[in-house]
Protein backbone atom coordinates (compact mmCIF):
# COMPACT_ATOMS: atom_id res chain seq x y z
CA UNK A 1 0.00 0.00 0.00
CA UNK A 2 1.03 3.57 -0.99
CA UNK A 3 -0.08 7.17 0.21
CA UNK A 4 1.03 10.17 -1.21
CA UNK A 5 -0.21 14.30 -0.42
CA UNK A 6 -0.10 16.76 -3.19
CA UNK A 7 -0.50 20.33 -3.03
CA UNK A 8 -2.00 21.33 -6.26
CA UNK A 9 -2.45 25.48 -6.53
CA UNK A 10 -4.52 26.98 -9.67
CA UNK A 11 -6.90 29.78 -9.75
CA UNK A 12 -8.60 28.30 -6.74
CA UNK A 13 -5.57 28.69 -4.65
CA UNK A 14 -4.11 25.61 -3.14
CA UNK A 15 -5.64 22.62 -1.91
CA UNK A 16 -3.75 19.06 -0.32
CA UNK A 17 -4.81 15.82 -1.55
CA UNK A 18 -4.36 12.35 -0.64
CA UNK A 19 -3.93 9.48 -2.65
CA UNK A 20 -3.78 6.14 -1.91
CA UNK A 21 -3.20 2.76 -3.98
CA UNK A 22 -1.34 -0.70 -4.20
CA UNK A 23 1.15 0.72 -6.69
CA UNK A 24 2.60 4.42 -7.40
CA UNK A 25 0.36 4.20 -10.65
CA UNK A 26 -3.16 3.93 -9.19
CA UNK A 27 -1.66 6.79 -7.18
CA UNK A 28 -0.51 8.40 -10.00
CA UNK A 29 -4.37 8.17 -11.84
CA UNK A 30 -6.05 9.30 -8.90
CA UNK A 31 -3.38 12.59 -9.56
CA UNK A 32 -3.99 12.66 -12.70
CA UNK A 33 -7.93 12.61 -12.15
CA UNK A 34 -8.08 15.60 -10.28
CA UNK A 35 -5.18 17.18 -11.74
CA UNK A 36 -4.93 16.31 -15.92
CA UNK A 37 -0.98 16.89 -15.90
CA UNK A 38 -0.93 16.42 -19.71
CA UNK A 39 -3.64 18.66 -20.19
CA UNK A 40 -1.22 21.24 -17.69
CA UNK A 41 1.83 20.56 -19.75
CA UNK A 42 0.11 20.80 -23.24
CA UNK A 43 -1.48 24.74 -21.54
CA UNK A 44 1.96 25.40 -20.50
CA UNK A 45 3.41 25.23 -23.44
CA UNK A 46 1.27 26.99 -25.51
CA UNK A 47 1.76 29.70 -23.45
CA UNK A 48 5.61 30.03 -24.15
CA UNK A 49 6.16 31.36 -21.10
CA UNK A 50 7.56 28.51 -19.26
CA UNK A 51 11.02 27.67 -18.20
CA UNK A 52 12.06 25.10 -21.25
CA UNK A 53 13.71 22.90 -18.09
CA UNK A 54 10.44 23.00 -16.01
CA UNK A 55 8.84 21.68 -18.94
CA UNK A 56 11.60 18.48 -19.69
CA UNK A 57 10.85 17.55 -16.13
CA UNK A 58 6.99 17.30 -16.52
CA UNK A 59 7.44 15.83 -20.31
CA UNK A 60 10.15 13.24 -19.07
CA UNK A 61 7.57 12.04 -16.05
CA UNK A 62 4.65 12.52 -18.70
CA UNK A 63 6.76 9.52 -20.28
CA UNK A 64 7.35 7.47 -17.46
CA UNK A 65 3.60 7.76 -16.45
CA UNK A 66 2.14 7.04 -20.06
CA UNK A 67 5.06 3.59 -20.23
CA UNK A 68 3.27 2.65 -16.78
CA UNK A 69 6.94 2.93 -15.43
CA UNK A 70 6.48 5.50 -12.27
CA UNK A 71 8.99 4.89 -9.96
CA UNK A 72 9.29 6.08 -5.83
CA UNK A 73 12.21 9.03 -6.88
CA UNK A 74 9.62 10.16 -9.64
CA UNK A 75 6.62 10.81 -7.32
CA UNK A 76 8.89 11.98 -4.75
CA UNK A 77 10.56 14.41 -6.45
CA UNK A 78 7.33 16.03 -8.24
CA UNK A 79 7.73 19.73 -7.92
CA UNK A 80 6.42 21.89 -10.68
CA UNK A 81 6.01 25.16 -10.91
CA UNK A 82 4.14 26.78 -13.67
CA UNK A 83 2.67 30.35 -14.80
CA UNK A 84 -0.87 28.42 -14.79
CA UNK A 85 -0.63 26.08 -11.56
CA UNK A 86 1.88 24.35 -9.33
CA UNK A 87 1.86 20.65 -8.06
CA UNK A 88 4.61 19.00 -5.71
CA UNK A 89 4.62 15.89 -3.90
CA UNK A 90 4.59 16.74 0.32
CA UNK A 91 5.10 12.93 1.45
CA UNK A 92 5.30 9.51 -0.03
CA UNK A 93 4.87 6.68 2.58
CA UNK A 94 4.84 2.58 1.61
CA UNK A 95 2.88 0.42 4.30
CA UNK A 96 0.05 -0.38 6.04
CA UNK A 97 -0.57 2.07 8.11
CA UNK A 98 0.52 4.82 5.16
CA UNK A 99 -2.75 6.28 4.57
CA UNK A 100 -2.85 7.03 8.59
CA UNK A 101 -0.10 8.50 8.40
CA UNK A 102 -0.88 10.96 5.90
CA UNK A 103 -4.50 11.74 7.51
CA UNK A 104 -2.59 12.30 10.92
CA UNK A 105 0.08 14.83 9.18
CA UNK A 106 -2.52 16.53 6.84
CA UNK A 107 -5.96 16.30 8.35
CA UNK A 108 -7.78 19.20 6.05
CA UNK A 109 -6.69 17.30 2.92
CA UNK A 110 -8.97 15.84 0.51
CA UNK A 111 -8.64 11.96 0.46
CA UNK A 112 -9.07 10.21 -2.75
Known sequence: MYAACFSI??????QLY????????????K???V????????MAQSMGAEDPGTIDRLDHYMGRYQNGNIQTKDLEDFDVKLSV????????????????????EYPDAIVK
Open 9 to 14: AGWAGP
Open 85 to 104: GEMKCLKLFKGKDAMAQLVK
Open 18 to 29: IFSGETLMEITD
Open 35 to 42: QDISCLAM
Open 31 to 33: FND
